[in-house]
């Protein structure tokens, strides 16, 4: 057997056993798309992944059923302003508390991780009495605001930090004597740089606040300023039970987004994941 030959069958080996190890990871989501296209019955009752009669008026159905239509747009722009506000705050703070020196900058990263180690459900109380103190209860606003100041935000921006330490600082100090101001450097130096990192923080912000359950759960109670975590549990009969085949049909239109996302960036996820990593 030549070398080439014998890292042909490897090769080989290795793709089916990986296959043989991603089946369990992609069932679930073909079990989704079996069940979107069975009749309400037949979704725990039958075994077979496709179904002799398909179902397809369940997605006609979903829209029917509540204004769909509207909570899937609720989702994707919270979760375009979200990551677009995350994305230009924590790039600020991340590159002053990278390259500024003032007084108690230590304590403000500090306090900025500390921030980290605080579950949401420890906050959602003191968040529920501020946003009805603003009077922003019913609105998208504590959707908006809570994830780019809550912890989302914090890690935003330690990332961001982390990058801009280790890039080199002669390239701002090239800027400086070209006559750029601070603001100047960081926009037109430091920030064409941290492509990487910005691609990275924007697909977990965008991930994180298209997945945004407790916050809606709390703070909206108008179905048509549903978001989609909270409209796919909507989906019951007039007893209470879960509607499966609407439910599934709609969580495989959710997903779509996220597919999409992950697809394009898949480098950028990986990268976001090592990012964590990168030492200042």
């Given at each position: 057997m030549t070398y080439r030959q014998h890292q042909k069958i490897t090769r080989i080996c290795w793709v089916l056993g990986l296959a043989?190890?991603?089946?369990?990871?992609?069932?679930?989501?073909?079990?989704?798309?079996?069940?979107?296209?069975?009749?309400?019955?037949?979704?725990?009752?039958?075994?077979?992944?496709?179904?002799?009669v398909p179902h397809f008026e369940n997605f006609p159905q979903v829209f029917a059923y509540q204004p769909f239509a509207r909570q899937y747009f609720n989702s994707l722009y919270i979760a375009v302003v979200v990551t677009g506000l995350t994305l230009f705050l924590s790039s600020l703070a991340g590159y002053a508390l990278a390259r500024l020196r003032f007084a108690g900058s230590g304590l403000v990263l500090l306090m900025l991780i500390s921030a980290l180690m605080m579950p949401e459900e420890v906050t959602i109380i003191p968040n529920f009495f501020l946003m009805k103190?603003?009077?922003?209860?019913?609105?998208?606003?504590?959707?908006?605001?809570?994830p780019i100041f809550g912890s989302q935000g914090v890690m935003a921006t330690f990332l961001m930090r982390q990058y801009f330490l280790a890039l080199p600082k002669e390239l701002e100090e090239a800027g400086r004597m070209d006559g750029l101001s601070r603001f100047g450097v960081y926009f037109k130096v430091a920030l064409p740089l941290s492509k990487p990192a910005l691609s990275a923080v924007g697909i977990i912000t965008f991930l994180f606040s298209w997945n945004l359950f407790l916050e809606p759960l709390v703070f909206v109670n108008d179905i048509k300023l549903f978001t989609l975590p909270l409209a796919l549990a909507n989906f019951t009969d007039t007893y209470g039970l879960p509607l499966w085949n609407l439910q599934l049909a709609a969580?495989?239109?959710?997903?779509v987004p996220m597919l999409i996302v992950y697809i394009l960036a898949q480098r950028q996820i990986v990268e976001s994941f090592a990012m964590s990593g990168v030492k200042g």
């Open positions: 043989a190890l991603a089946i369990p990871f992609v069932f679930p989501f073909i079990w989704m798309l079996s069940g979107s296209i069975k009749g309400q019955a037949d979704v725990f009752s039958s075994a077979a992944l496709i179904p002799a103190a603003l009077g922003l209860m019913n609105t998208h606003m504590p959707l908006i605001l809570l969580t495989a239109m959710a997903v």
